[in-house]
């Protein structure tokens, strides 16, 4: 597969001239073998150059020799003209032989006089995929440098044939470090973001599709989804269809931040909360205020609840985090539940973090999702390769290069260098504070992260520990969001440094926790690892 530069194309939602380019961009990433790179600037919309990455160039391919051929394309209708091909544009004609001639001819002399890259070979393509060419002869062009609609199957083939894979050679890195600095490659990160949420949305919501096609009686469906599957979208369509039909949902999780984050986004109606939460309100209905400072609060607190009459008040009841539920913390939440409720168990057995055995539902229909939407494919292999063989994950995120670096620390002074340094990574790739977080490894007793407020400029945004008088969690005040791997479960951000990584054994323990954390990256995860945890990862690294 032939190397594409920048990364994130398939994750764009784009029409058009835009979009025409993003399937030719497919097409060659599959069909030219990995000694090509591929530049494109389908990223970024010039006024004066539209999509094109320098002039009229739409793509410039190197091979591992260094030699370049640069491709220009037309979509569309083209004029056949006696003096050659002319693409009509809304305020004007602009002769396609004269704009490629320009352009080819300042990106050569521009390269030439480069050093190092004299001796680069530079060729020309003209691709015009929905038009047939009928005049060869007058187009302008040498008639073996257009590919029209004829033999637009063939583009890769002939791109092979007029720039061979060759020999590695160093004027290829010149080459590369010139294009770089041409075509000025930075991705408006931001608006990649964006689009790269709305792609794994869209295809992660096949599970709340396709889920919510099964029909059975009585209405009991467990999911063991992998991360990033799109269990939550299930939950949410689950949830909103019962309000639609005029019934009262209960979206019960494990994790309060999870609790807090599915209210934020869930339709108005219902209950939603933890299943402490859930135990805390009904024993406050009865008259009973919990004692929270008491060392087995949260073990009493169940136990009470448990004590309490039933009434059977929810038309749907949907239990998620299931993997950290006990068997009677199910029958708790479960007995809630009107006869003819729809029951909807999700759950991920690798996020299994408190060690708890699997909540047996007898007589439930059961449906796994393996694929990963929302991680970086190189996370979701690197992860695979640590996980036994048969791990119910599969990498099918949109990225498919980069986004999985690795910094090494010896001891906490370098621990601090190295997290600033993975913060400083993800500012110059061009993400926002908003988009980054910083999660440790460790829990907050034990985590030397959490001794700070600021880690050189950057300061940190921790949990208080208190909450608003509409329950919202509050904040500390700072620029990175830091949590430890525990609070995060069940959410996500577009870069992720995921720090303190130290394990002295890889047990089931560690990889869970390993598999958590990364997993709640959906663009860019920076591993900050011990020097002994590296060293039980290099394989899986390499």
């Not at 609060?297 to 239990?319: G, K, Q, S, T």
Request: glycine share 8%; charged share 25%.
């Amino acid at each position: 597969m032939a190397n594409i530069l920048p990364d994130g194309w398939r994750a764009l939602r784009v029409t058009g001239a835009a979009a025409r380019e993003i399937e030719t961009l497919a097409s060659l990433a599959a069909a030219l073998p990995d000694a090509y790179t591929i530049y494109h600037a389908v990223h970024w919309t010039h006024l004066e150059h539209g999509f094109s990455v320098y002039g009229e160039i739409d793509f410039v391919v190197v091979n591992q020799a260094g030699d370049v051929l640069l491709i220009e394309q037309k979509s569309g209708f083209l004029l056949e003209t006696p003096a050659g091909l002319v693409k009509r544009y809304a305020e004007k004609e602009k002769s396609v032989p004269m704009q490629l001639a320009r352009t080819v001819s300042a990106l050569r002399a521009k390269l030439h006089a480069r050093p190092g890259c004299q001796a680069t070979h530079v060729d020309y393509l003209l691709y015009c995929p929905d038009y047939t060419v009928r005049q060869v002869e007058t187009a302008g062009l040498a008639p073996q440098r257009i590919v029209d609609a004829r033999r637009k199957a063939q583009l890769a083939s002939l791109i092979q044939t007029i720039l061979p894979a060759g020999e590695l050679a160093p004027v290829a890195t010149e080459v590369h470090r010139f294009l770089r600095g041409v075509l000025q490659l930075e991705t408006d990160v931001s608006a990649l973001v964006g689009r790269a949420r709305a792609l794994v949305t869209r295809v992660a919501g096949g599970l709340a599709h396709w889920a919510r096609q099964l029909e059975f009686t009585p209405h009991r469906l467990r999911v063991t989804g992998t991360a990033g599957s799109g269990k939550t979208q299930l939950a949410l369509a689950e949830f909103g269809a019962a309000l639609a039909r005029g019934g009262r949902p209960l979206y019960v999780c494990f994790n309060r931040p999870l609790a807090d984050h599915f209210s934020r986004i869930a339709p108005p109606g219902g209950w939603v909360g933890t299943f402490h939460m859930l135990c805390d309100q009904r024993l406050r209905a009865r008259g009973e205020v919990p004692d929270f400072t008491a060392p087995d609060a949260f073990e009493r607190l169940a136990e009470r609840a448990a004590a309490l009459p039933v009434a059977a008040e929810f038309d749907c009841v949907i239990v998620d985090e299931g993997q950290d539920f006990t068997e009677a913390w199910r029958d708790q939440v479960l007995r809630l539940a009107r006869p003819e409720a729809r029951l909807l168990w999700l759950e991920d057995p690798l996020q299994n973090l408190y060690g708890r055995p699997p909540v047996p539902l007898p007589g439930w229909v059961t449906l796994r999702a393996r694929g990963n939407y929302r991680s970086p494919r190189p996370v979701v292999r690197f992860l695979r390769s640590l996980l036994p063989e048969d791990a119910d994950i599969e990498a099918a995120g949109p990225l498919g290069a980069g986004g999985l670096e690795v910094l090494v620390y010896r001891d906490a002074a370098e621990l601090k260098e190295r997290v600033k340094e993975a913060i400083r990574l993800c500012y110059g790739a061009g993400y926002k504070r908003d988009d980054l977080a910083l999660l440790s490894f460790r829990g907050r007793e034990q985590s030397q992260l959490f001794l700070h407020t600021q880690l050189g400029p950057h300061t940190l945004r921790t949990f208080t520990g208190r909450y608003d008088l509409l329950g919202h969690p509050l904040f500390s005040e700072g620029d990175v969001l830091l949590e430890t791997v525990y609070r995060f479960k069940g959410q996500s951000a577009a870069a992720v440094v995921f720090a303190e990584i130290d394990f002295e054994t890889l047990d089931e323990k560690a990889l869970r926790k390993l598999f958590v954390g990364a997993t709640r990256a959906m663009m860019l995860l920076v591993l900050v690892v011990s020097e002994r945890a590296a060293a039980r990862l290099v394989d899986a690294l390499e």
